[in-house]
């Protein structure tokens, strides 16, 4: 996944304000480049797991569609546990063609921003190139 620093602080931002609940928001552009960021709301308001509320997501991906983009990436936080998916995480990570980003909190100071793909085959770690 490519993306510029700019949307990098932004999903940093976005995770720090929300904490000490999981922050979540979806990412576009184009193949593995990202474009354009969206916050979004935690529908479950919880500091251990998030879910997109769906006619947000819907909205989304509207205006996605409507700017001829395509989803990248889903992004979330964990303000207090590693940048790994978690059993959840990955039980409901329903496109296995988009980057998952979490974002870890653990160290307030050194957030860490890591990527995966996580498809029935498993999870794997992407490469993030950020310019
Ligand atoms: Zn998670």
């Known amino acids: 996944m490519q993306i510029e620093g700019k949307y990098l602080s932004e999903m940093i931002s976005h995770a720090r304000e929300d904490a000490p609940r999981e922050a979540c928001g979806i990412l576009a552009g ?11 709301r935690n529908a479950q308001r919880s500091p251990t797991s998030y879910s997109l509320d769906p006619e ?33 995480d990955i039980e409901q990570a329903y ?18 921003v890591r990527v995966f793909r996580i498809t029935e085959e498993g999870v794997a770690e992407e490469d993030m190139l950020v310019v």
């Not at 395509?70 to 936080?77: A, K, P």
């Open 30 to 40: 184009t193949g593995h480049r990202v474009l354009r960021i969206y916050r979004a």
């Open 95 to 112: 496109y296995p063609e988009v980057s998952y980003v979490v974002i870890s909190l653990a160290d307030p100071d050194e957030p860490q």
């Open 56 to 88: 947000e997501q819907y909205r989304i991906f509207r205006d996605i569609e409507d700017r001829g983009l395509e989803l990248v990436g889903i992004y979330h936080s964990h303000p207090s546990s590693p940048a790994t998916p978690s059993d959840t």
